[in-house]
């Protein structure tokens, strides 16, 4: 993004935070969050400014700010800032309050209990009382992306050819060929650590961020990442009981609360595998480098999954 | 292999380290030979792991909910979960993806 359009972002922000004429003393300065193609953030004292792809779904993002808004989702989902549709440089803008992100130099005190009650609680939050109509949750669209994305960089051909066929192996709708399977739920749709925020900053409870690709869906696919950092060998064991005893204790509707959950993760665990596999080699790949030891751990996973064929959610082919 | 029951394929998965078959018709499961003593034994050891340790002549203590079957990764998992790369935050690139989609 252009340097004129963060001047304007942060513009932007500086206005949401004090209003159009007011003067300023703010004592930090402006800082960029994020800039990337399909989202830059700007902070400006307690406010945050983020310009949205430019090809984002009008309708559906509005969609989303409205679940964001809505009451019930109040002490799980962030609330934007009430003002009016904007856009910058062709690229939707939303403002919102500023929250304390987890810490990036300090992983391992990551909040997993928050993170899997606030899924749960995103999870069992009653579609019928929400403003629709809602759209689909891009989980799976993303994945896809990101096999897209790794074929566009031409990879060396032992290397696609591992990802290519965990991908090929996947059922349709974690491709998002067809609609997922099960009741639809409230879900994220892109869960990870940069996903939580306290607010009110610093000590308030936490929160989750970033509606781009909330939406309805399979739930399983919210618990997918970090299953998948699991299964690859990358997430602690006991970080992952963390987060899923957490889902689990607050009653999320995704995984069988006495039962093996691994049935219903195993498909979006690969998939969610695969998608991060893809983003690692089409990111070494343009960057003509060799994988490091943490994706090569997930392309050892999507190798070994050719020999085990993914499984069938229990009652599915009865 | 064909399912005795209904004739549909089996699966072979990966249960705790045991293959079990699994129809994919009537979702039936075959076991081989030593297999069943397998999976008992499996029980018993992670029976025993349970705190608090059950006075001889009660009951044995019930399954704590979570631990048994979320703690097993899948079969395409990484061997020996807890000793591979487990916990490397300090490993800069894990660290990274944990931030981003």
Known sequence: MTTSVIRELTATARAAAHGPYAECACPARPAVLADRADGTVVRHGGTVAKAHAPDADREGLAARLAVAAHPALASVLLAPLD??????????????????????????????????????????????????PLPEMRGPHKAALAVDRMRRTRPPEAVAAVVEGAWSALPPWARAESAPPGPPHLCHGDLHLGQLVRHPAPHGPWHLIDVDDLGLGNPAWDLARPAAWYAAGLLAP????????????????????DADPWPVLDVPARALTVQTAALAVAKATAARRELDEAELALLDACDRMAAVPPELPAGAAK | MQCPKCRAPMQTYNRNGVQIEQCNGCRGIFLDYGELEALTRLESQWAQQAPPAAPPAAPAPAPAPQAYPAAQPPAWGAPQPGHGHHGHYRHQSFGRMLFSS
């Open chain 1, 83 to 132: 003002l009016p549709a904007a856009e910058l440089d062709g690229r939707p803008v939303t403002c919102w309050p500023h929250g304390t992100p987890v810490d990036p130099e300090a992983p391992q005190d990551a909040p997993w209990e928050a993170a899997g009650a606030l899924l749960a609680r995103l999870h069992a939050t009653p579609v019928e009382a929400l403003p629709g």
């Open chain 1, 238 to 257: 006991d970080d992952w009981l963390r987060f899923i005893g957490a889902y689990g204790a607050a009653h999320g509707p995704a995984v069988p609360s």
